[in-house]
Antibody, heavy 115, light 107 residues
Framework: QVQLQESGPGLVKPSETLSLTCTVS????????WTWIRQSPGKGLEWIAY???????NYNPSLKSRVTISVDTSKNQFSLKLSSVTAADTAIYYC?????????WGQGTLVTVSS | EIVLTQSPGTLSLSPGERATLSCRAS???????LAWYQQKPGQAPRLLIY???SRATGIPDRFSGSGSGTDFTLTISRLEPEDFAVYYC????????FGPGTKVDIK
C-alpha cells in the first residue's frame, strides 16, 4: 500500500522560505506524477504544483513565482519550497500521487507563518 | 481561472435520506474533467468520483456523479452515518481548482 508522509518545520517566519519533504513508501516514485496541495480556512483547498518524476513540472499561476518543486528518486522523496511567505501561506500542506486527481494523499502537515 | 461554486453550503439531512450536491463552474469544464472528494475532520480528502461520473476504487455505489459543461451533481442515494462530512468538487480541465465545499450534517 502506497503511503506518503510530509515533513518539515511547522513554523516559518514571514519573508522566509517554507521547505517541505514528502517521503513515499510502498511503491516507487518513478513513473508517477507528484503533487502538492494546501488547505487553509481562508482559501480552502488550493493546488500548488505537480511534477513528473523525471522533471516535467506544472505550477499554479498564482504561486508560480514563489514555488520550486523537486524529486529525489534515490530517496523516494519529493520536495516543495515556497519563498517569501506571509501569513496567507499558513495552511495544512498535503502531498499526493498523481497530476489531476488524487487517490493517495499524505496526512498533511500544518505550517504556520508567524514571527 | 475556472471558479467552482458549490451549493448548498450546508445540507442537513437524516440517515437514509438522499443527498444532492451541486457544483457549478464559471466556464465549461473540458472533457468533464471533474472530481469529487469527501473530507472528514483531521483527514485528507478522499477521492470519490473522477471524470464527472466514474467511481474511484472501493467507493460504494450509493455515491454517483453526473453532469457536463458547467453543471455537475454528486448524489448520495441513501446517507449512511459515515457519509456526514464535507464534500468538494475539483476541476482539472483547465489548470486545477477546487470548490469551497458543501457540508453534509446530521439533521
Amino acid at each position: 500500500q502506497v503511503q506518503l508522509q510530509e515533513s518539515g518545520p511547522g513554523l516559518v517566519k514571514p519573508s522566509e522560505t517554507l521547505s517541505l519533504t514528502c517521503t513515499v513508501s510502498g511503491g516507487p516514485i518513478s513513473s508517477y506524477y507528484w503533487t502538492w496541495i494546501r488547505q487553509s480556512p481562508g482559501k480552502g483547498l488550493e493546488w500548488i504544483a505537480y511534477m513528473y518524476y523525471s522533471g516535467n513540472t506544472n505550477y499554479n499561476p498564482s504561486l508560480k513565482s514563489r514555488v520550486t518543486i523537486s524529486v529525489d528518486t534515490s530517496k523516494n522523496q519529493f520536495s516543495l519550497k515556497l519563498s517569501s511567505v506571509t501569513a496567507a501561506d499558513t495552511a495544512i500542506y498535503y502531498c499526493a500521487r498523481g497530476a489531476t486527481y488524487w487517490v493517495y494523499w499524505g496526512q498533511g502537515t500544518l505550517v504556520t507563518v508567524s514571527s | 481561472e475556472i471558479v467552482l461554486t458549490q451549493s448548498p453550503g450546508t445540507l442537513s439531512l437524516s440517515p437514509g435520506e438522499r443527498a444532492t450536491l451541486s457544483c457549478r463552474a464559471s466556464q465549461s469544464v473540458s472533457s468533464s474533467y471533474l472530481a469529487w472528494y469527501q473530507q472528514k475532520p483531521g483527514q485528507a480528502p478522499r477521492l470519490l468520483i473522477y471524470g464527472a461520473s466514474s467511481r474511484a476504487t472501493g467507493i460504494p455505489d450509493r455515491f454517483s456523479g453526473s453532469g457536463s459543461g458547467t453543471d455537475f451533481t454528486l448524489t448520495i442515494s441513501r446517507l449512511e452515518p459515515e457519509d456526514f462530512a464535507v464534500y468538494y468538487c475539483q476541476q482539472y480541465g483547465t489548470s486545477i481548482t477546487f470548490g469551497p465545499g458543501t457540508k453534509v450534517d446530521i439533521k
